[in-house]
Structures are given as structure tokens and as C-alpha cells.
């Protein structure tokens, strides 16, 4: 309880027996109650301003920076989605076609969860921890978890062999290499497609959509086949 004389000069030298004099003398200064609250009220909200501050900066740190780091790699490959006619050119391509379908570099899923809505057992690897999990919680919501599988990796450190149809929408710097590794990995039955920017080498068998929709579709059993004959 606090005394009726509480917040008044010497009050606390008093309540333990001393005269403010001796209080003064003997070094130990008390505050009174109201001003010792106040203080702590402030340091409170000191701690709390502080919190705040640290924790927003913390977030946007660990929200940009996966989206900032694809531009610091030899191979600057930033999240751009895939449009809308680029996905029907997609879906177009896929007509007549079976097997797994795999996105590399998958971004938010929406070329994955297309080809799920199609039927294919879909896969796509991303870098962006962020985008695999918006992809994954997309597909729940669309109802297509089940066939649209996402991870976390870098598609230089993924095989595709096991796929039969790929699907990249990738910058120019990369199609050399990712044409090369391709043509190592994929059984002759497999079809690549290439959303707005085509492969060096390759003679594409089929082509939808113009612009930045295009697509290109490569087939590797004609692929090689034209590799052999010539
Ligand atoms: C142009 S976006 C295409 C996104 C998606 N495929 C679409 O069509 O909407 C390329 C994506 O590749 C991702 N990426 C960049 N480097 C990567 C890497 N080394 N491995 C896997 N994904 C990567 C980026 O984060 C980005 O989401």
C-alpha cells in the first residue's frame, strides 16, 4: 500500500526511520513510487518501439532477400511470372501428351498447378523458399495438391531424366547450358518447352502464341533423329 505521504520529499527516509538529511548523507536516494512507474512505463514502451522496429526489419530482410539473390548468381534469373496466354500456350503444347511434367524454376506454381488441372503428375523446383510455399499453399486451395509436387532447389543440382515433359521459362544467359544438360539427361521420348526465349541450337517442332507468349516445343525423338542423320 502506498502511505498517504508517498511522492512527497523525504517520505521514503521517513517510512524507514531517517531524516531526509541522513538520507542525503548517506547516499541513498530513493524515487518516489509515481516517478519510479513512470520511468519503468517509459523503458517499457522503450523495449517495445525497439521490438517492433528490430522484428519489421528482421521480416522484410528474410522476405527480400530470396527474391534479391537470383540477381547476384552468374545466372541472374529473377521471378517474373509466366502470363496468362503463355500458360494456354503451355497447356496448349501439352495437348496429346503423357507422363510427368516438371517446371524448372517454378516460381509462384501456376505453370504446375495448369498442368495438375490437365492431369499430369506436375513437379516444379524453386530457389525461393517464399514462392515454394505460396506454391504449395496454392495448390491446396486450387485442390490439386495431391499431383503438384514443390522444392526447394537449385536447377543446376536437379536431373530431369525422369520427366517427360519440361517446361522453362528461362532468360538467354542460361538456354546454352540448360540446352546442354537437357540433351544429356532426357529419355527420347521427352518434350522440352521454352516460354520467351528459345534454345540456341535446337529446331523447335512446334511453335504457339507470339510476342512474349511464345513457346516453343522441342521434341528429342526428332531431335536426335535430325542429329543422327546429319
Ligand atoms: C522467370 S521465373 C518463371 C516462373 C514460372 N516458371 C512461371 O513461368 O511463372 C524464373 C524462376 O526461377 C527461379 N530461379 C532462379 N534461379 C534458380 C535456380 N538456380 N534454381 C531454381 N530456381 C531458380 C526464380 O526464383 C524464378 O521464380
Not at 531517517?18 to 513512470?38: M, N
Not at 522484410?60 to 500458360?87: E, W
Not at 547450358?177 to 544429356?184: A, I
Request: aromatic fraction near 12%; charged fraction near 20%; include cysteine.
Amino acid at each position: 500500500m502506498v502511505g498517504p505521504t508517498s511522492g512527497l520529499p523525504g517520505s521514503f527516509a521517513m517510512e524507514r526511520g531517517e531524516t531526509p538529511e541522513e538520507e542525503r548523507q548517506s547516499g541513498r536516494h530513493v524515487l518516489p513510487t509515481s516517478l519510479e512507474s513512470h520511468s519503468l512505463k517509459k523503458s517499457n514502451w522503450g523495449f517495445l518501439f525497439t521490438g517492433i522496429i528490430g522484428g519489421a526489419l528482421v521480416t522484410v530482410y528474410a522476405v527480400a532477400t530470396p527474391f534479391i539473390t537470383p540477381a547476384l548468381r552468374k545466372v541472374c534469373l529473377p521471378f517474373v511470372p509466366a502470363t496468362s496466354k503463355q500458360i494456354e500456350n503451355v497447356v496448349k503444347m501439352l495437348q496429346h501428351r503423357r507422363g510427368s511434367l516438371v517446371d524448372i524454376g517454378s516460381g509462384d506454381g501456376r505453370i504446375v498447378i495448369a498442368a495438375a488441372k490437365e492431369g499430369f503428375p506436375a513437379v516444379g523446383y524453386e530457389l525461393n523458399p517464399w514462392l515454394v510455399w505460396y506454391s504449395r499453399y496454392r495448390a491446396w486451395r486450387e485442390g490439386v495438391h495431391g499431383s503438384a509436387k514443390f522444392y526447394i532447389s537449385d536447377l543446376w543440382k536437379v536431373t530431369f531424366a525422369q520427366y517427360s515433359n519440361v517446361v522453362v521459362f528461362g532468360v538467354p544467359q542460361m538456354m546454352l547450358q540448360l540446352e546442354r544438360k537437357l540433351e544429356l539427361e532426357l529419355e527420347d521420348g521427352a518434350r522440352v518447352i521454352a516460354c520467351r526465349f528459345p534454345f540456341p541450337h535446337w529446331t523447335p517442332d512446334h511453335t504457339a502464341g507470339e510476342g512474349i507468349d511464345t513457346v516453343w516445343a522441342y521434341d528429342l525423338n526428332s531431335f536426335r533423329g535430325r542429329k543422327k542423320r546429319s
